[in-house]
């Protein structure tokens, strides 16, 4: 397969995984046919009728290449385009919807941040043998059958919605959906039997169980089924397109892998707009607005949207043939086309006498060779740091823009769908034509990559200390004189409030209580949709005839919301310049016949250590800095409320750490490269030295000549 600088690097992760040899295997039964060679050039059968018989119809064959669109490249380059920009919508849904996720079933950030990774585990099983592979199977079935899998996987992830009950949720007004109310009556204890108590079965614990299965099954799917995707995909294209087109069509596919994270979280923005149990409910029985804490948005309807969107563009897969029609190359181009396809054939014919077996037994040995060699090592490792820096960023990005915030689920995600992804997408591009414009050496592009880091920390530092302070609420994180602990202070004493209950109202004094009958509230004032106005006398707050309105009272610092995205986004930006020439760095400092298994073990190391355990990692980190923990059937579920200095630092400084490895892992690499150019310099003078001595003893000059 042809190997041009700007085409490897544009096409992507996926893209330099499939290019190689097994990649460049079909050319090899049609570059040497003469009919092929006929139809690529035209009027070329009239000079080769000696060796190849003219066909009796000739335009009723072109005819029927040209009517049928599963003989085009560029139809192809359509539809795989349609097939990854909905692939990702199934992927970057789930974290878009996974802060809505956790309040729905009661999860952890250490347990949804497993759940997103879990997709790489079926994926790095099977990724080794997919440049084993290459053109030994039909490519675009094979592409086919695993978005089938995606879309299966999809379907699979909407389905505990349907499997569980509706959501249920502490109120104060009774309504057709329960006649409970969570207000204090001292005249009556417990009669009203809270909700977050009532709830736990038997069969709602093991339905929990049940919704963690299907969750993890469905993303083990989800990863088997996109490992053919993008690298069938991409090496058919460089197979049967033209030498001049194919980084144009890798192009095309590398700004849809881009642009699809976005179009995941802008849809998650429009589905979390919904309530959950749009299809079980009404909307008059809905107490909830978009900006109460316990409100949970429709997650489950995105999946059906991506899965059948992802089901619809499978289809014409299954019509594509196994090899197609090379493009037709015209002029100049059609000579080094061809000594072009014979290096393919060379190759293909190369890759194909590798038995499987053979092929795992050199792996291990190519996978030293290459971690023994420090740029390759150096730059790997670089992206590893940046990879586990995005991993965070986009799994739980719009959950920490919720709480530092006080934003919507909805919000938050377009945020980062119309503003961080995008810059992200731009930082890219920027890097990518700097190193066109300058064809740069090894060193000009480790350069490139400490410049870019460095002030990427520069801009990420100041966020570390741009972010609200931590909400009071009484017996959490702000205590009257009492210093009681959660729901025992002694104004409240009589109501018997359950430590279950959560229904946060503000009160008049400025202190956020996590129910009104913690608050020692007795009466409200509803409106006729029974939505509540206001809480009245309340004991536990301050003043006279203390008051409350319901919701959270929010961090009240949205000034600083503006910067905060400025800054994230200019860091994204500037760390992003380093993608293309990174890959570079790669593709030029490794043996070419080493470059598809390094490219592989590149990608596998970059699954296996920053995708896999990333979000994970930064689950455990947001964890720690929670103060009050929900309770659902003796068992610690999702956290209500987090100590939002502590999941500033904790969450950012992990961001700031991997930045730190990437530059310095950058700046190593810069000073090796920076001391092989001097001493190539040096051989190269010494190596001239004895030239110049021998010319300068030939030479005799004379007075005359000197000036």
């Not at 909700?195 to 083990?220: G, I, K, W, Y």
């Not at 938050?412 to 064809?439: D, S, Y």
């Not at 609200?468 to 025992?488: E, F, I, L, N, R």
């Not at 129910?515 to 006279?544: F, K, M, Q, R, W």
Request: hydrophobic share 40%; with cysteine.
């Amino acid at each position: 397969m042809h190997t041009q600088p700007g085409a490897v690097p544009t096409s992507g992760p996926a893209g330099a995984r499939a290019s190689g040899p097994s990649a460049a295997g079909t050319r090899k039964l049609w570059a040497p046919s003469a009919g092929a060679e006929a139809r690529d050039s035209p009027g070329t059968a009239d000079r080769m009728t000696s060796v190849v018989p003219r066909s009796s119809h000739p335009d009723v064959a072109r005819k029927t290449l040209c009517r049928s669109p599963f003989l085009s490249v560029k139809f192809f380059v359509f539809c795989h385009g349609l097939l990854q920009l909905s692939q990702l919508l199934v992927s970057g849904y789930l974290k878009s919807s996974i802060s809505t996720i956790e309040r729905r079933y009661g999860l952890s950030s250490q347990t949804s941040g497993l759940l997103a990774s879990f997709n790489e585990v079926g994926n790095t099983l099977l990724i080794v043998f997919v440049s084993y592979l290459g053109s030994r199977v039909h490519r675009p079935r094979l592409i086919g059958c695993g978005a089938i899998l995606v879309s299966l996987a999809g379907f699979l992830m909407a389905l505990p919605h349907f499997l569980t009950g509706p959501y249920q949720y502490d109120q104060s007004v009774a309504s057709t959906f329960s006649n409970t109310t969570d207000l204090c009556q001292p005249g009556a204890p417990r009669a009203w039997a809270n909700l977050s108590d009532a709830s736990c079965t038997p069969h709602a614990s093991r339905e929990n169980h049940e919704v963690l299965l299907v969750m993890f099954v469905a993303q083990a799917l989800l990863g088997i089924g996109g490992v053919p995707i993008q690298p069938f995909g991409i090496s058919y294209i460089d197979d049967f397109a033209s030498e001049r087109n194919s980084p144009l069509y890798l192009g095309i596919l590398f700004s849809v892998t881009v642009i699809g994270p976005g179009v995941a979280f802008m849809l998650g923005s429009a589905m979390l707009r919904f309530y959950v149990d749009i299809d079980k409910v009404s909307a008059a029985e809905v107490q909830l607005t978009s900006k109460d804490p316990r409100w949970v948005g429709a997650w489950w309807l995105g999946f059906l949207v991506a899965a059948s969107l992802v089901a619809l563009s499978a289809l014409p897969y299954f019509f594509f043939p196994r090899e197609m029609p090379k493009e037709v190359v015209t002029g100049k181009n059609r000579d080094s086309k061809r000594r072009e396809d014979v290096l393919s054939q060379l190759r293909c014919q190369h890759s194909e006498s590798l038995s499987l077996t053979e092929f795992i037994r050199r792996f291990p040995a190519v996978l030293l060779r290459n971690l023994r060699h420090p740029v390759y090592l150096l730059v790997v490792l670089a992206q590893v740091n940046i990879s586990a820096m995005v991993a965070g960023l986009a799994t739980f990005m719009g959950k920490f823009l919720e709480r530092q915030f006080s934003l919507t689920a909805s919000l938050a995600n377009m945020i980062i769908g119309a503003v961080n992804i995008p810059g992200a997408m731009v930082g890219i591009v920027v890097g990518g034509a700097i190193l066109k414009r300058f064809q740069m050496s090894l060193r000009q592009c480790s350069a490139l990559c400490v410049l870019g880091m460095l002030l990427c920390l520069l801009t990420a530092f100041p966020l570390l200390f741009l972010g609200c302070p931590t909400q009071k609420v009484a017996g959490v994180t702000y205590w009257h004189s009492s210093g009681s602990g959660h729901h025992d202070m002694e104004c409240n004493a009589r109501c018997r409030c359950p430590k279950t209950g959560f229904n946060p109202i503000c009160g008049s004094d400025g202190v956020e209580y996590t129910s009104p009958c913690s608050a020692g509230c007795s009466h409200l004032a509803a409106l006729t949709d029974s939505s509540v106005l206001n809480y009245t006398e309340c004991s536990c707050i301050a003043g006279p005839g203390g008051f409350a309105r319901p919701g959270t009272c929010g961090t009240a610092c949205s000034h600083l919301f503006v910067p905060f995205v400025v800054l994230s986004c200019l860091a994204g930006i500037l760390a992003s310049t380093s993608h293309t020439p990174s890959f570079m760095l790669i593709l030029r400092s490794i043996q070419p016949e080493d470059k598809s298994f390094a490219v592989g073990i590149q990608f596998m190391l970059l699954r296996v250590l920053a995708w896999m355990p990333g979000p994970v990692l930064y689950g455990s980190a947001i964890d720690t800095s929670c103060v009050l923990w929900e309770r659902r059937c003796e068992r610690t579920a999702a956290c209500r409320y987090y100590d939002n200095t502590l999941f500033r630092q904790r969450y950012l400084g992990l961001q700031f750490f991997f930045e730190v490895g990437a530059f310095l892992c950058f700046g190593a690499v810069y000073l090796i490269l920076s001391k092989q150019e001097r001493e190539a310099c040096q051989a190269e003078e010494a190596k001239a030295e004895p030239e110049k001595e021998k010319l300068a003893g030939n030479s005799t000059k004379s007075p005359e000549s000197k000036v």
